[in-house]
Nanobody
């Protein structure tokens, strides 16, 4: 299982970014996918998740209305569209795969990407 996250960078407050996570080495459409983030000195935090079919995507309350998760099973890729970014969104963002489900608990995800850093300057 390989997950390769990309799309992070340095942006200004109010900007948008789209993160991508390319998956390989497993049957992507059998897995729920999640995005998590970890800021310096803080615990890993759930951001958003989507089921294997792309239906029922959901996000944490803190990013609801700003961040949207989606997936393209034909491309084996999951995305995180982030709009109206704030400085508090600065973190390393990780994608993760979970067989069958798409829960908000990072403990349930067995496979992780390497993370992509998002820095939002105010």
């Amino acid at each position: 299982v390989q997950l390769q996250a990309s799309g992070g960078g340095l942006v200004q407050a109010g900007d948008s970014l789209r993160l991508s996570c390319a998956a390989s080495g497993f049957t992507f459409s059998d897995y729920g996918m999640g995005w998590f983030r970890q800021a310096t000195g803080k615990e890993r935090e759930f951001v958003a998740a989507v089921t294997w079919s792309g239906g029922s995507p959901y996000s944490s309350y803190s990013v609801k209305g700003r961040f949207t998760i989606s997936r393209d099973n034909a491309r084996n890729t999951v995305y995180l569209q982030m709009n109206s970014l704030k400085s508090e969104h600065t973190a390393a963002y990780y994608c993760a795969a979970q067989k069958g489900l798409a829960t908000p608990s990072w403990l349930a995800y067995a496979s992780w990407g390497q993370g992509t850093l998002v820095t939002v300057s105010s």
